[in-house]
Structure formats: C-alpha cells, structure tokens
C-alpha cells in the first residue's frame, strides 16, 4: 500500500502524465489535421474528373467527315452560349488556333466538356469552323422533363431523327442528347441525323 500512496503522492507525476498527452496531442493532431485538409483539397481538384467516359472517348474520337456532334460552350465579341459542331472541325479549329495533335485535343475538349468550360472563339471563327448556336426550346425542354426514354421515342423512330423536325429544333435535340451523352451525327448516306 506505501507503494501505491507514494505513488500517487509523488509530486509532478499528474502534470508530467498531462504533458505526455499533450504532446501526443500535439505530435498526433496536427498530421492528422493536414491528411484531412489534404483530402478535402484533392477531392476539389479531381471530383467530376473522370477522363476515360466512355461517351467522351467515343464522340472524342471520331474524326470522319461525319463525325459525332460536340455540344460545347463558346465566348465571343457577339455570342455567348451554347453551340453544337462537328467533333472533326472543332479539332481542324483547334488544330489549327492552337496546334493542338488528336491527342492534346482530345485531352483538352475532355477537361474543358468536363469542367463546363467554355472556348473563346471570334465571330469569324463560328462561320468559318461551322459552330450551330443552339436555342433552347420550349417544346424540346417540355418533352426532355419527361425523361431520357421518353425523348428518345417521341423524337426518333429507331435511330433515325422522325421527318418534320425543324432545323432549329434538331440542334436543340442533339444538345440534349449529349448533354444524356447519347451519342448523334448525320449519317453518311442517308444525311439524316441518327443516334448510337
């Protein structure tokens, strides 16, 4: 029992007990505090990041004459909004302004579509490389609140665009359907627009 009172007696054991725990407080807390800090900040600068959709390398990728169409956001002097373009002549454009080879450019417009990033182009640059300003449409929002499916059918028979659809109603169809990332373009032999 002496031994258990002279201990418990034994000046300056509390505070060197306390000390011990604040240094490990201390010695603990703070990486812990900066692992946290560190995977809230990463999370900001890779959340949305995932470059390898498979919609994306599918629409990215295609260079033909009639390649799938790319629904991206432009600046210019004039005109600021939404545009559709051909996914080969918005690489010819990007090539061309900024050197870009398939590989930056795919790299690039997936950043860009990714992050709601938008291209700044001139007045010239949307005649030229061929840029289709979208409106949005009444009827063609009204029929998107109905659902992906919904749309699908009551625009499409199959996969090819229903006859009768106007030309601006078609460019606010195809911007929806790649904001769904559904793949669109115009077929070679037919020039109709088509799905898949």
Not at 30 to 41: D, G, M, N, Q, R
Not at 82 to 105: A, C, S, V
Not at 130 to 153: P, Q, T, W, Y
Request: net charge positive; charged share 20%; with cysteine.
């Amino acid at each position: 029992m002496k031994t258990n009172i002279a201990i418990n007696t034994e000046p300056g054991l509390k505070s060197r007990i306390y000390c011990m725990r604040s240094i490990s407080r201390k010695h603990y807390g703070i990486p812990v505090l900066i692992f946290v800090l560190f995977i809230i900040l990463n999370n900001q600068f890779t959340a949305c990041t995932n470059m390898n959709s498979p919609f994306y390398n599918q629409v990215l990728n295609d260079f033909d004459t009639t390649s799938y169409f790319i629904a991206v956001d432009i600046k210019s002097p004039f005109y600021k909004g939404r545009t559709i373009i051909e996914n080969n002549n918005l690489y010819l454009y990007l090539h061309k302004t900024k050197g870009f080879d398939k590989g930056k450019y795919i790299y690039f417009m997936k950043r860009t579509l990714r992050h709601h990033r938008a291209l700044k182009v001139t007045d010239k640059d949307i005649i030229v490389w061929k840029f289709i300003k979208v409106s949005e449409l009444e009827s063609v929002i009204h029929i998107a609140d109905s659902g992906r499916d919904n749309f699908v059918a009551n625009y499409f028979n199959g996969t090819v665009l229903n006859y009768g659809i106007t030309y601006k109603e078609q460019n606010a169809v195809i911007n929806q359907l790649f904001y769904w990332e559904i793949p669109s373009k115009i077929d070679k032999l037919t020039g109709e627009l088509i799905i898949g």
